[in-house]
């Protein structure tokens, strides 16, 4: 099933740095989808279109379909922070909010209105052992989440989108600034997430989104070239700029 | 490189050093001097009755409590209408406005009020809230006049204290469905808090020590009584300070630089105020 379908989608920022053409997608739920390619390919300008994260950006121009299970996202009229209560995003720094470790996790919830400490208490255990960082943290809940190391505060950030108990997660090269270890622990969470979320991530290499992508789609200076189930597109590509790209000719 | 060559470069920078140091030195000599001068004149002078009496015998003797009460009261009173304005503009600028014309002028603007001289502030108070208003000479008008005055400075404090918040923190509440309005409230405005503090207390000090604008608006030449209401006149440091410095003959020099005294560690305790609330909020600040 497909969970979020993107149809003829231009865009371009005012100062012209970096644009899509023309995008066609179809990026299916309980699966792990990469937009892989260079710097300035347009991945993270599509991850900020699917959760309208671009509103605050300087975009001059935007076209084209985005649906998340049918509901029109680019629509101005839509509930713009419910949208964003289903999408979650991780960005490539950990950007940890300046609260607790327990603040961070329920930020997203206070300000959706949710009052009870029950609530609160479970989305915390939870999102934390999703993000498999639980046993890491129990005991400082209340610490400042600055106090974490690089690698805890990037699993901090991807509970906290957890924590709203979203459908889609995207993930802006989420594991750019991390240690080989904190690495694998982000993309194993992946793995397991999988099952009930749709996620969508900008991996940091190629060799990280041969590893992990079920989808992969390879994005070339504004334009889709090709897209393929993963493996495929790593070990057969059928375009000769995927098949440069990924064995390393140019990038 | 020749060594004579060296050996002279040397010996410039050890003279330039130098110079800057005898610069430094120099510009700490005044303000050491000032406050050593003043302390060792008015110390003399304080005492519980200077504190808290009432001047008596044409203010030749006894104490300054009303102009030290109409001092606090103007204070107050200038950051009741000055706080929430200038954070509120603040704000606007910072957070809201988009890099426009208009947001060009109102920049402007707040730039030239800095630079009106205090005493025109004082005719426009007069002017507008004296007369027009009919608020009369009042604490009402001082107020409102300092506000005004002291408002360019809590704005651009403000304003860069909300800046420097980093970007990152915005996006990532955004991205957790915050709207701007939650974002600011509850994460931008207290990382901001320390700084918006110390730019208030700067803002307020400057109105406290100021004595043009509240020539014409609020201040009694001699008033030996407590004001109690906003709409009565009452007696200023500052003015008082002129006042017996300038216009009473006979004036004992303790009392002047007393009274001098009691306003520098007024206007000291604020500052000193603001340099620890920045110094610890630094401290705590995690980014």
Redesign the interface.
């Known amino acids: 099933m497909d969970k979020i379908v993107i149809e003829h989608l231009f865009l371009n920022y005012s100062d012209g740095t970096e644009s899509l053409k023309d995008i066609n997608l179809r990026i299916p739920a309980n699966a792990i989808t990469a937009l892989f390619g260079p710097a300035g390919g347009g991945k993270s300008t599509l991850l900020r279109v699917i959760?309208r994260?671009n509103d605050?950006a300087d975009v001059v121009f935007v076209s084209g379909k985005v649906s998340l299970d049918g509901l029109n996202v680019l629509d101005p009229k839509i509930d713009v922070?419910?949208l964003?209560?289903r999408i979650?995003?991780v960005?490539a720094?950990p950007?940890v909010?300046?609260l607790t470790i327990r603040g961070n996790l329920t930020?997203?919830l206070e300000?959706?209105g949710e009052r009870q400490k029950a609530v609160l208490d479970e989305a915390v255990e939870r999102s934390l052992q999703l993000a498999a960082l639980w046993d890491e943290v129990k005991d400082r809940l209340d610490d400042?989440?600055?106090a974490l190391s690089g690698g805890q505060q990037q699993r901090l950030?991807l509970a906290?989108?957890l924590a709203?108990q979203p459908e889609v997660i995207l993930l802006d090269e989420p594991t750019s600034g991390l240690d080989p270890i904190s690495t694998s622990k982000v993309e194993n969470a992946l793995q397991d997430l999988k099952q009930n979320y749709t996620i969508v991530i900008v991996p940091h290499s190629v060799q990280q989104a041969a590893r992990i992508a079920d989808y992969a789609a390879f994005f070339l200076q504004g334009e889709l070239v090709e897209q393929n189930v993963g493996k495929l597109i790593f070990t057969n590509p059928q375009d000769k700029r995927t098949d440069d790209y990924v064995t390393g000719r140019f990038g | 490189m020749r060594k004579a060559t060296f050996n002279r470069r040397l010996f410039t920078q050890k003279i330039g050093f130098g110079l800057l140091t005898i610069a430094a030195f120099l510009t700490v000599v005044p303000i050491v001097l000032v406050l050593l001068y003043i302390l060792w004149q008015g110390a003399p002078a304080i005492s519980w009755e200077f504190i808290t009496g009432f001047p008596s015998d044409g203010m030749r003797a006894g104490g300054i409590l009303p102009a030290i009460v109409g001092t606090i009261l103007l204070t107050f009173g200038t950051a009741i209408f000055a706080v929430p304005l200038g954070i509120g503009a603040a704000i606007y600028l910072s957070e809201y406005a988009s890099e426009n014309n208009w947001t060009r002028l109102i920049r402007l603007a707040i730039i030239n009020l800095a630079g009106i001289p205090s005493v025109v502030y004082g005719l426009f108070g007069l002017g507008l809230f004296v007369l027009f208003l009919r608020f009369g000479t009042s604490i009402l008008a001082g107020s409102l006049t300092l506000a005004i005055m002291t408002l360019p400075v809590i704005i651009s404090t403000a304003e860069e204290a909300i800046r420097s918040v980093?970007q990152?923190?915005?996006?990532?509440?955004?991205?957790?469905?915050?709207?701007r309005w939650?974002t600011i409230r509850?994460?931008v405005l207290?990382?901001a808090l320390p700084g918006i503090l110390t730019g208030v207390i700067l803002g307020l000090e400057r109105a406290a020590g100021e004595t043009a604008p509240i020539l014409f608006t609020v201040a009694a030449f001699f008033l030996p009584r407590l004001p109690n209401s906003p709409l009565d006149a009452t007696m200023t440091l500052p003015y008082h300070l002129f006042v017996i410095s300038t216009q009473v003959p006979g004036m004992p020099l303790k009392i002047q630089y007393g009274t001098a005294l009691v306003l520098l560690v007024f206007v000291l305790s604020m500052n000193i105020t603001a340099t620890i609330i920045r110094s610890q909020a630094r401290a705590k600040?995690?980014?």
Do not use: E
């Open positions: 959760n994260l605050l922070n419910a964003r209560r979650g995003m960005f720094r950007v909010l300046p930020y997203g300000i959706a400042p989440a600055a950030c906290r989108s709203l | 980093p990152s923190f915005r996006i990532v509440s955004i991205s957790v469905g915050a709207t939650q509850r994460i207290p990382q600040r995690q980014w």
